[in-house]
């Protein structure tokens, strides 16, 4: 297997793996959006809420909010030994949030809510939460917890966790006249005529669409699209509550743990099936 960084800033990564088969690709990108841990707020305590916003929907907004994620501080609530409902310092934060409109209509932002932990804050300052009319008031306390994105979309790491198979565009050059139409109608900007010569100046931009090989006006097509057999271009976007290369750090340390786990059962399954044979061929005996 063969790992390349195509492109990397602190929200999102490219990269190109060769050598692993569709399955583990996508094993991969699903891991990546349901098994890795984030912080969120799950539980929130209304003191007061005199805005227009249900309850509900103001708990609902604020777990939606991003949390910066420690995951060395923190472990899962259902794997922490206290085991108690509101959570201790290893398995839970407290954030609080206390906003008053006086005489004219605010907005109250992500900002505005205040950690028990520096390190366990909203990823972004102007996320909007709810807007507060004149002595309208919001007075509560929230719970952040680790948790998958299995059991709820607020706890998913990512906005985009996709992959597609790496492209080759092969150009037949005795067919092809360089009539730029293939360039025309790419969305992507993947070729261009330099010298009168059809040049592929972007392939790993290619979206494997086919209209530029359908467009040729040559029979059959001067240009190829093919993608390369077991190799994928990542695409994976943070929520800002871990760095993306983390993120794919982790996903493959639980991938790699849960095969383990699932061929250790498979071993224990074997094993209890030639106890079986050797009970049965025993009793025959026996008989
Ligand atoms: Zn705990």
Redesign the pocket.
Known sequence: MEVKILHKDDKKLHFQVNGISTPVANALRRTIINEVPTMAIDEVVIIENSSVMYDEVLAHRLGLVPLKTDLDTF?L?EE?????EL??????VSLTLNAEASDSIRTVYSRELRSDNPDVTPINDKIPIVKLAPSQKIKLEAYARLGHGSKHAKWQPVSVSSYKHVPEIIVNRRKCDACGQCVEICPKGVLDIKDKRLEVVAEEKCTLCDDCEVICPKTPSAIKIKNVKNAFIFNVESTGALPPEQIVIEATKILRKKSKDFAEQINQLKIAKVKKKTKKVKTKKKK
């Open positions: 472990i609530p922490c030994k206290c085991q108690s959570g201790c310092n290893k398995c839970s």
